[in-house]
């Protein structure tokens, strides 16, 4: 069965540190991996989309990274700001449609 | 910059009762999805739809479900008699290509289902 996983759950860190978010996933023939953004009771804002073919894609503080043979990919946020505060969320994508979410990593950055 | 919208934001019905969901995906996306997340778990696939056809259904798209594009802006999910577990945020995407690996898809804030 094709599973996401996402750990820690929860992180607590102060401002101006840099951090790192796991994604596993149990199927490594994987199409691509997209990681989100959830704020409280709202949607979800695409980040990085790396395909099967890329090891890393980066956007402004964002870096993700995706090994295949892992099974992992990692989001790394430099310089973390109160603003980062959110739900983090990784979604693998297979020869499907559809997207298979991990359970998210909650993070919370204080000043 | 473009964005999925989705309408209402929140949705209170009776079980039993039928609701329409809508959705407006990004003009020039031509696949659309809905998604759902119950409070506390994962986000789950429901529903791919292109070519005004349904292209891919999850276990949970039981008959209850239906999903429509009515015209050239709209695309709609039906729950014709909504249940208790059926509570939960339901999201609509869109991708303007379709099929891993280039299907980024986009999200709408949500509707929130409460079902009493």
């Known amino acids: 069965k094709q599973e996401v996983t996402q750990i820690p759950a929860a992180l607590s860190v102060p401002e101006g540190e840099n951090l790192v978010l796991n994604c596993s996933f149990t199927?490594?023939?994987?199409?691509?991996l997209q990681w989100f953004r959830q704020d409280p009771g709202k949607g979800l804002t695409s980040l990085l989309l790396?395909?099967?073919?890329?090891r890393e894609q980066t956007s402004g503080r964002l870096n993700a990274s995706l090994d295949k043979s892992s099974g992992r990919s990692t989001l790394y946020i430099a310089a973390s700001q109160p603003g980062d505060s959110a739900t983090y969320l990784c979604?693998?994508?297979?020869?499907?449609?559809?997207?298979?979410f991990g359970t998210g990593t909650r993070l919370q950055v204080f000043p | 910059e473009p964005e999925v919208t989705q309408t209402p934001s929140h949705q209170v019905t009776q079980m039993g009762q039928e609701v329409i969901l809508r959705c407006v995906p990004i003009?020039?996306?031509?696949?659309f999805y809905w998604y759902r997340q119950i409070l506390g778990q994962k986000v789950e696939f429901l529903v791919s739809?292109?070519?005004?056809?349904?292209?891919?259904k999850s276990e949970i798209f039981d008959d209850q479900f239906s999903v429509e594009r009515p015209d050239g802006s709209n695309f709609t999910l039906k729950i014709r008699s909504t249940k208790l577990e059926d509570s939960a945020m339901y999201f609509c995407?869109?991708?303007?290509?379709?099929?891993?690996?280039?299907?980024?898809?986009?999200f709408g804030p949500g509707t929130r289902l409460t079902v009493l």
């Open positions: 995407a869109s991708s303007e290509l379709g099929g891993a690996p280039y299907n980024e898809q986009f």
């Open positions: 199927d490594s023939a994987i199409y691509n």
């Open positions: 790396i395909q099967s073919s890329q």
């Open positions: 979604a693998a994508s297979y020869n499907t449609d559809k997207l298979i």
């Open positions: 003009s020039n996306h031509l696949y």
């Open positions: 739809f292109y070519n005004n056809e349904i292209s891919e």
